[in-house]
Each structure stands twice: as structure tokens, then as C-alpha cells.
Nanobody, 113 residues
Framework: EVQLVESGGDLVQPGGSLRLSCAAS????????MSWVRQAPGKGLEWVSG????????RYADIVKGRFTISRDNAKNTLYLQMNSLQPEDTAVYYC??????RGQGTQVTVSS
């Protein structure tokens, strides 16, 4: 069974930083392209970032480029998202996704003063 468990969400002030983690199990983590997506209140899912199986290739939505960094540790079956210079518009539930085989339950990120 595919399991993806996100953690690290919190309430943070504008300009602050957070590091999200996603612990994966039940599938061959290193064989899958991994992504972070988010859903803001009242809005649809928005793709944020993706990383290749080996971690060498990363992609970002324009709105987070230069502020967020995606990475993975295949030895630990864990995906990360380092988020810097957070803004109120980054407020959302953040999900990790493994290719098209599964998505976690999400972790809440709230950016507010």
C-alpha cells in the first residue's frame, strides 16, 4: 500500500521559512518522480515543484522559483521542500505526490502576521 505522510507545516510570519518532509513507504520511492502540490482555501490543486528519480533535475512553478527548494533522500525514502521568504499567498495545504500512484493527506502551512 502506497503511504505518503507529510509533516512540517506550521503557522509562520511573512518572510519566514519552513521545511516540509514527506515520508514514503509501500512502493519503490527511488523509482518515482516526486512532486509537491498545494491547495489554498477555496481554490483548486496547484503544482508547486517536482524532482526526478535521482534528484538531479528539479522544476518549480514560477510563483515559488527562487524561494522554494525541493530535494529527496532515496536512502531514507523521504522528500523535502525547503520554503523561504514565505508570503500570505503561500498559505495552503501542501501534499506530496508519487507519480500518479498516490498523494498524502497533506500538511497545513499558514503564513500570517
Amino acid at each position: 500500500e502506497v503511504q505518503l505522510v507529510e509533516s512540517g507545516g506550521d503557522l509562520v510570519q511573512p518572510g519566514g521559512s519552513l521545511r516540509l518532509s514527506c515520508a514514503a513507504s509501500g512502493f519503490s520511492f527511488s523509482s518515482y518522480y516526486m512532486s509537491w502540490v498545494r491547495q489554498a482555501p477555496g481554490k483548486g490543486l496547484e503544482w508547486v515543484s517536482g524532482i526526478s528519480r535521482g534528484g538531479a533535475i528539479t522544476r518549480y512553478a514560477d510563483i515559488v522559483k527562487g524561494r522554494f527548494t525541493i530535494s529527496r533522500d532515496n536512502a531514507k525514502n523521504t522528500l523535502y521542500l525547503q520554503m523561504n521568504s514565505l508570503q500570505p499567498e503561500d498559505t495552503a495545504v501542501y501534499y506530496c505526490a508519487a507519480g500518479d500512484i498516490g498523494r498524502g493527506q497533506g500538511t497545513q502551512v499558514t503564513v500570517s502576521s
